[in-house]
Nanobody, 120 residues
Framework: QVQLVESGGGLVQPGGSLRLSCAAS????????MGWYRQAPGKQRDLVAV???????TYGDSVKGRFTISRDNTKNTVYLQMISLKPEDTAVYSC??????????????WGKGTQVTVSS
C-alpha cells in the first residue's frame, strides 16, 4: 500500500502565498507522475499541476504564472508553491501519484486532501 499525506493548507488573505507538500510512503518501487488537483464545493475536480519524474510540468489554465510545482525524488515528495492567491482558489487540494510497487503493479494513489481557503 502507498500513502500520500498532504500538509501546508490553511487560511490566507487574497494576494497571499501558501506552500503545500505531499509525501508518499509505503510499498513504493518508483513514482512516475505526481501532481495536485483541487475541488471546490459543488464543482468538479480540476487539474492544478502535474510533474513527471524528469521534471516536465503541466498547469491548469487558471493557475499558470501563479503556482509552481516541484518534486524531490529522493524524498518521494511533491510541492506546490502558490502566490497571488485569489478567493476562487479556495478548494480542497489533493495530491496524486502514479507509482509502481515492489510486485510491479502501477496505479494512481490519492491523498485525503488539504483545505485551502482564500478570504479576507
Amino acid at each position: 500500500q502507498v500513502q500520500l499525506v498532504e500538509s501546508g493548507g490553511g487560511l490566507v488573505q487574497p494576494g497571499g502565498s501558501l506552500r503545500l507538500s505531499c509525501a508518499a510512503s509505503g510499498n513504493i518501487s518508483i513514482i512516475y507522475t505526481m501532481g495536485w488537483y483541487r475541488q471546490a464545493p459543488g464543482k468538479q475536480r480540476d487539474l492544478v499541476a502535474v510533474i513527471s519524474r524528469g521534471g516536465t510540468t503541466t498547469y491548469g489554465d487558471s493557475v499558470k504564472g501563479r503556482f509552481t510545482i516541484s518534486r524531490d525524488n529522493t524524498k518521494n515528495t511533491v510541492y506546490l508553491q502558490m502566490i497571488s492567491l485569489k478567493p476562487e482558489d479556495t478548494a480542497v487540494y489533493s495530491c496524486t501519484a502514479n507509482a509502481k510497487n515492489f510486485i510491479g503493479t502501477t496505479r494512481d494513489y490519492w491523498g485525503k486532501g488539504t483545505q485551502v481557503t482564500v478570504s479576507s
